[in-house]
C-alpha cells in the first residue's frame, strides 16, 4: 500500500472512531445513571394478577427509569401492605377503601393515603352454581356463603339481602378463606362467594362452571366505592410530593397502555410473572381493560363524592369507631394535572 493511502486510511480509520464514540456517547448521555434513580418499594395487596398489570407495563417500558425511578415490586406482609406503607419500608401499596376504613381512625390510626383507583368502579359481587336461586340476594337464604367474617363484609351482604326483601339471619355463614373458588362451588362446600368479578369470575367461564352473579354496586350505589386503590405513606408524600407525582405519572401511562392494548399488555405480565395461567390473564385482562379508565378521562381519579359517600354509610351504620370525617384518606393531589 502506497504511503499516501495508508495516511488517508488512517484518517479515515480515526474520524470513524471519533464518530462512534460520539454517538456512544450521547447514546449513554440519554440514558438514566442508574446510581442517580430515586429507590421506590411498591407493595403488592396479594400475589400478582390483572389489577397490577400496569405496574408491570410501566416497569417493562421504562417509564419508571425515565422518570428517574427505580421500583422494586414485593409481595405483601402478613400484616399487609397498609402495614409496610405506614411504616416507611414502602412508598407505594395497593389497598381498598373499605379494608383501609379501620385504620385510618382511632388510637392505631396509619398515616396512609389513597393517592389513585386503579379501577373506576367495584367490580365485585356474589357468584353461585347456576340455577339454584342466588340469582338475587334474597335467595341467599338457606345457603351457605362463605365469610371471612369482617363486621364490613357482612353489613354489607345483609344490606342487599334485606333491599331484596330476605332475611339475612337465615344465610348460613360459614367462615371459609376460599382460595379456589371453582372448587368450592363444584365440591358444594359452599353455595355462594363473595369474588372480583375480573379475576374468580373470568376464571369460571374459563373452565365452564355455569354460574349465576350479581354485582353490588347493581344493588346499591353507595356499594360503587374504590377497590383496589394505590396507597402511599403521608410522610413520604409530605417530604417528596414531587417524586410521587412522577410515580404516578408513570404508573398511569402503564395502566393508559393496558386499556389501549390487553393483549400485549397481557402479554408482558405473565413475562414478568411466568407461574401466571395465560388464558386466565389475557382473559381477565380483556375485561379490566374497559375498567381502569372508565368513565373518566383520567387514570386514577377518585370522585370525593363517591368516597365520601361510602364512608358516610360506614359512619350511618356504626361501622367505624370513631367516625370517619369527611375527605378522610384520599387525594387526587398527586396525580398529572
Not at 146 to 171: C, H, M
Not at 181 to 200: C, M, P, Q
Not at 249 to 264: Q, R
Amino acid at each position: 500500500m502506497k504511503k499516501g493511502q495508508i495516511i488517508a486510511l488512517s484518517a479515515a480509520m480515526a474520524l470513524s472512531l471519533t464518530a462512534c464514540k460520539t454517538a456512544s456517547d450521547k447514546a449513554s448521555t440519554n440514558r438514566p445513571d442508574t446510581a442517580a434513580l430515586k429507590k421506590i418499594t411498591f407493595v403488592l395487596d396479594w400475589t400478582p394478577n390483572t389489577n397490577h398489570t400496569g405496574l408491570y407495563v410501566a416497569q417493562e417500558k421504562g417509564y419508571f427509569e425515565k422518570a428517574g425511578l427505580e421500583v422494586e415490586i414485593v409481595q405483601p406482609p402478613e400484616g399487609g401492605a397498609e402495614v409496610l406503607v405506614a411504616s416507611g419500608k414502602a412508598q407505594f401499596g395497593v389497598s381498598f377503601q373499605d379494608t383501609m376504613a379501620p385504620a385510618l381512625v382511632g388510637d392505631d390510626a396509619l398515616p396512609i393515603q389513597a393517592v389513585a383507583a386503579i379501577l373506576q368502579h367495584n367490580t365485585s359481587g356474589i357468584v353461585s352454581r347456576k340455577g339454584e336461586g342466588m340469582d338475587t340476594p334474597k335467595g341467599l337464604e338457606s345457603k351457605k356463603y362463605a365469610t371471612w367474617e369482617s363486621p364490613i363484609e357482612l353489613a354489607t351482604l345483609q344490606n342487599v339481602v334485606e333491599g331484596d326483601g330476605g332475611d339475612f339471619s337465615k344465610v348460613e355463614l360459614i367462615p371459609n378463606t376460599v382460595t379456589d373458588e371453582v372448587s368450592a362451588l363444584k365440591t358444594k362446600s359452599v353455595d355462594a362467594i363473595w369474588i372480583f368479578y375480573g379475576w374468580a369470575g373470568i376464571k369460571t367461564e374459563l373452565e365452564q362452571l355455569e354460574t349465576d352473579y350479581f354485582a353490588f354496586s347493581d344493588l346499591n350505589p353507595v356499594f360503587d366505592y374504590y377497590t383496589p386503590v394505590v396507597i402511599a405513606s403521608e410522610q413520604f408524600l409530605k417530604e417528596e410530593p414531587d417524586t410521587a407525582k412522577a410515580f404516578l405519572t408513570a404508573l398511569g401511562k402503564g395502566y393508559e397502555d393496558a386499556a389501549a392494548d390487553p393483549e400485549n399488555a397481557a402479554d408482558i405480565l405473565c413475562q414478568a410473572v411466568p407461574e401466571l395461567d395465560t388464558e386466565l390473564v389475557s382473559a381477565s385482562q380483556k375485561y379490566l381493560s374497559a375498567q381502569y379508565l372508565a368513565d373518566t378521562r383520567q387514570w386514577g381519579y377518585i370522585d370525593p363524592a363517591r368516597w365520601n359517600g361510602f364512608y358516610s354509610w360506614l359512619n350511618e351504620n356504626d361501622l367505624s369507631d370513631p367516625e370517619l370525617p369527611e375527605n378522610i384518606g384520599f387525594s387526587n393531589d398527586y396525580l398529572p394535572q
